[in-house]
């Protein structure tokens, strides 16, 4: 068994070029099934603050990208918040590190 990286700064610029090599606009329709997929069942928290989110910011561009290793993202520029998630694993609020995402 190979042991696990558990280098932050190795498995961060990882992520950073992958983020690089594979960010591109969502469609709010892409953004509205990607939700449906994420959080299935009414009345979850993370549902109701995404959905809200997208609504609060109709008008803005949002990003999507994916990770080498299965995490994806999601990025309004116009509210410079996003959130990552690891489809049926996990989920989160995106962290700015130095001032910026």
């Known amino acids: 068994m190979t042991p696990e990286n558990l280098n932050m700064e190795e498995i961060t610029e990882a992520r950073r070029k ?6 591109r606009t969502i ?22 603050n995404y959905f809200a989110f997208l609504d609060e910011n ?16 999601l990025y309004c520029n116009a509210k410079d918040k996003g ?3 690891m489809p049926k694993k996990g989920m ?10």
């Open 58 to 73: 109709a008008g803005a561009t949002f990003h999507h990208a994916t990770a080498h290793d299965g995490v994806q993202f």
């Open 92 to 101: 989160g609020p995106m962290q700015p590190r130095d001032g910026r995402f």
């Open 18 to 23: 992958a983020v690089a090599a594979s960010i």
């Open 27 to 48: 469609s709010r329709e892409e953004l509205k099934t990607l939700g449906e997929q994420l959080f299935p069942y009414v009345g979850d928290v993370w549902r109701d």
């Open 83 to 85: 959130i990552w998630f």
